[in-house]
T-cell receptor, first 115, second 111 residues
Framework: DVKVTQSSRYLVKRTGEKVFLECVQD?????MFWYRQDPGLGLRLIYF???????EKGDIPEGYSVSREKKERFSLILESASTNQTSMYLC??????????????FGPGTRLTVT | KNQVEQSPQSLIILEGKNCTLQ??????????LRWYKQDTGRGPVSLTI?????NTKSNGRYTATLDADTKQSSLHITASQLSDSASYIC??????????FGKGTSLLVTP
């Protein structure tokens, strides 16, 4: 089974702190994604990466950055957390080489609260 | 603009009853359509996936249908169980990496 893990289920940070959210997948997938999910808005793509050291902006990249130094790991960074970044953050991975349907497998999510 | 609209926004049904969730989309070009189930506080899990040529796909008590001409899909849940309480998300893929997400239907199954 594909397994996508995220470093924390719940996280509480203060405004202005630098926040790291880590995601690891064990299926050798090329593609990895970071989403945020808010009530009434659904899932929105923040950033994605289709290869090591490659990254592409999604729909709402402002206030975020990402890092992918190894194929299995994709980090989301909030340089200076703000209260409007309180949300559920979901990581996903996919393999277009093995699955042209672009099936994405999601991690369990990190509920981030910025106070 | 690619859009995915789901209805109803929320639904409450009695255990054992059937229900149908709707998804309308304007995504073009169309590649495939998925239904995900998301339990509270968890990540989404794929239920079904359909390509252009498929008009129905089942996964246990879940049956998805697709009408590519009218750009509509439905998810039918038969003999609902308490564990079916979750959010159901319709996701439509064009070509490439990007997925287009609906906002989900929140289903509550009561005893």
């Amino acid at each position: 089974d594909v397994k996508v893990t995220q470093s924390s289920r719940y996280l509480v940070k203060r405004t202005g702190e630098k926040v790291f959210l880590e995601c690891v997948q064990d299926m050798d997938h090329e593609n990895m994604f970071w989403y945020r999910q808010d009530p009434g808005l659904g899932l929105r793509l923040i950033y994605f990466s289709y290869d090591v050291k490659m990254k592409e902006k999604g729909d709402i990249p402002e206030g975020y950055s990402v890092s992918r130094e190894k194929k299995e790991r994709f980090s989301l960074i909030l340089e200076s957390a703000s209260t409007n970044q309180t949300s559920m953050y979901l990581c996903a991975s996919s393999s277009t080489l093995r699955d042209p349907s672009y099936e994405q497998y999601f991690g369990p999510g990190t509920r981030l609260t910025v106070t | 603009k690619n859009q995915v609209e789901q209805s109803p926004q929320s639904l409450i049904i009695l255990e054992g009853k059937n229900c149908t969730l709707q998804c309308n989309y304007t995504v073009s070009p169309f590649s495939n359509l998925r239904w995900y189930k998301q339990d509270t506080g968890r990540g989404p899990v794929s239920l079904t996936i359909m390509t252009f040529s498929e008009n129905t796909k089942s996964n246990g008590r879940y049956t998805a249908t697709l009408d590519a001409d009218t750009k509509q899909s439905s998810l039918h849940i038969t003999a609902s169980q308490l564990s079916d309480s979750a959010s159901y998300i319709c996701v439509v893929s064009a070509t490439g990496y990007a997925l287009n997400f609906g906002k989900g239907t929140s289903l509550l199954v009561t005893p």
